[in-house]
């Protein structure tokens, strides 16, 4: 039996819904896509599955120039009566599932003598406990495996390309993706479809960022005093005067942690100011994750939050309580604005915020 009709025998008797070969450049990369994982995921910097470790995967990639990318996805509805608790057991268990499926697929083309690089959905969930944050080395080399975000790759934008949509964030569906890299012509011809996809893409566009700004200062009269879209282009930037600071070293929203990042990658802001306020469900933080949530769900999957100074949510901030470090309010974990070099003065006085989207 060939390896096509090994590989179609298999996509009919698994959970797939599709897989496709494309052409490798077809696979579309963003940079912002560390800094996802760096501000929000408990995976940062324990496993080597993760950014900054996966990145050397990247420069391999960036390398080998591969030529063929198999994309293959699972899609499940969500009942409306699930708990929140269930969803999130069955996101889980769907990330197992598409790893699985990643090293099973890998194992026929190993068994045709096929080279690939696998590209799984996910953290690598190989070992109870990743050996990275014990700084030992990876006990299983030969079946770790790195995830499409972790090595920048925008799933949703490359899935899209290939005829297989997915949305972030979706309450209604779960879909996860896997990759394969090769550059074996004979696996260049894959085409195998058993349902269309429960998700669409979504094209957030400037006039719904505007109606939004609009409708968070009409929901939210207790939280802020301005909300309004700029350009990332007209904000001045300077030396970060960070080194100086007491809390530099001691905070998640500080250096050296929150190192600078590439503001570039990002073309409009959301600047919204703060209206200054004693009720915890108003607090600064609160309006910080409001913002972010706000413009995640129009689709802007990139957003990423730079606060006013350091963060205050817990005290003391656990930076320094252990080598690999977890924030424990991930949900808040945001640069400061001055960490990058920004003035908050700039914009005026009050405490501010800045979206990056």
């Given at each position: 039996m060939g390896v096509i009709q090994s590989l179609r025998n298999y996509f009919h008797q698994s959970s797939l819904a599709f897989m496709r070969t494309v052409p490798a450049e077809m696979l579309e990369f963003d940079q912002r896509a560390k800094y996802m994982c760096k501000f929000g995921c408990k995976n940062y910097n324990r496993k080597y599955s993760c950014p900054p470790e996966s990145l050397t995967v990247l420069d391999r990639i960036q390398k080998h120039k591969y030529r063929w990318a198999i994309l293959f996805a699972t899609t499940y509805k969500v009942d409306n009566g699930y708990s929140r608790y269930k969803i999130k057991a069955l996101n889980q268990h769907k990330e197992y599932e598409i790893q699985r499926i990643c090293n099973q697929i890998g194992n026929i083309l190993n068994s045709n003598d096929m080279s690939q690089l696998l590209l799984s959905g996910g953290p690598c969930r190989q070992c109870r406990e990743c050996s990275l944050t014990c700084n030992e080395v990876c006990k299983k080399p030969e079946s770790k495996q790195v995830s499409m975000e972790a090595v920048c790759i925008d799933c949703q934008k490359t899935m899209h390309r290939a005829g297989f949509?997915?949305?972030?964030?979706?309450?209604?569906?779960?879909?996860?993706?896997?990759?394969i890299l090769t550059n074996e012509d004979?696996?260049?011809?894959?085409?195998?479809?058993?349902?269309?996809?429960?998700?669409?893409?979504?094209?957030?566009s400037k006039e719904q960022a505007l109606e939004m700004c609009s409708r968070l200062l009409i929901e939210y009269p207790q939280m802020y005093d301005t909300v309004q879209l700029i350009s990332l282009a007209k904000i001045c930037k300077e030396d970060s005067p960070c080194e100086t600071c007491k809390h530099y070293g001691t905070n998640f929203s500080c250096p050296p942690y929150?190192?600078?990042?590439?503001?570039?990658?990002?073309?409009?802001?959301?600047?919204?100011?703060?209206?200054?306020?004693?009720?915890?469900?108003?607090?600064?933080?609160?309006?910080?994750?409001?913002?972010h949530r706000a413009f995640f769900s129009l689709g802007y999957y990139f957003a990423l939050s730079l606060r006013d100074c350091y963060c205050e949510e817990c005290k003391p901030c656990n930076y320094l309580r252990s080598e690999k470090p977890i924030c424990n309010s991930r949900q808040l974990l945001s640069p400061s604005m001055q960490s990058q070099g920004i003035s908050p003065g700039q914009f005026g006085q009050g405490k501010l915020g800045l979206e990056l989207i």
């Open positions: 949509d997915f949305q972030m964030p979706n309450n209604g569906s779960i879909n996860r993706c896997g990759c004979e696996l260049s011809g894959i085409y195998f479809n058993n349902v269309e996809s429960l998700q669409r893409l979504i094209h957030p929150s190192e600078k990042i590439d503001i570039g990658l990002w073309s409009l802001g959301v600047l919204w100011k703060w209206k200054k306020n004693d009720k915890k469900k108003y607090r600064y933080n609160m309006a910080l994750r409001t913002i």
